[in-house]
């Protein structure tokens, strides 16, 4: 195997790694400094995929953004145990449905791809002229939808924040 091979092997591992420890961390702050590592990780392989855009833009809006996003509301809201939930039935076969249509798509995607599928071509190696072009011509649709659904979610996030007038009280 070549040096780019086993880079990519051994980011990918920690990627992984990383990845479980964001699930399995027993403090919060750890679990959030783990998912940075992971998004680092994933930046790295992008840059390795040529994808250069995808690669700076994982570390601006994920590891820069939703990170210190994630850390800040654990340090304003504390990160102490707050008691644990009572253990539901449905969690366990919600689990099993999810892992089963995962594998599902999974091996379908393996089944398109060894029988031959045609290849979609790449988008350039992640050139923003050419991910432009691709979002808001083919994709205008999604991209509208996903815009309307952001400034929805805004509004929301703006009325619940809202405090009540002075002398109202919940």
């Keep these: 195997m070549d040096f780019p091979t086993i880079f990519f092997i051994l980011v990918g591992a920690l990627s992984v790694a990383a990845a479980v420890g964001v699930v399995t961390a027993k403090v919060v702050v750890h679990s959030a400094l783990f998912l940075l590592v992971h998004f680092m990780t994933l930046a790295v392989l992008y840059i390795t995929l040529d994808a250069q855009f995808l690669g700076a833009a994982q570390v601006i809006i994920y590891a820069g953004g939703i990170v210190i996003l994630i ?8 990160s102490g145990a707050s008691g644990v939930a009572p253990r ?5 076969l919600t689990g099993l449905a999810l892992g089963l249509v995962m594998l599902g798509t999974l091996s379908y995607g393996l089944v398109q791809a060894a029988f031959g599928a045609p290849v979609i071509p790449a988008n350039e190696g992640g050139i923003p ?3 432009g072009l691709e979002m808001f011509t083919r994709y205008i649709l999604p991209v509208e939808m996903v815009a309307i659904l952001l400034l929805v979610a805004l509004l929301g996030a703006l009325l619940l924040a809202k405090s009540p007038p ?3 009280e919940e």
């Excluded at 850390?71 to 504390?78: E, H, N, R």
């Excluded at 539901?88 to 366990?92: A, D, N, Y």
């Design 166 to 168: 002075m002398g109202e």
């Design 129 to 131: 002229e050419a991910i």
């Design 88 to 92: 539901q039935p449905w969690i366990p």
């Design 71 to 78: 850390l800040f509301v654990i340090m304003l809201i504390g």
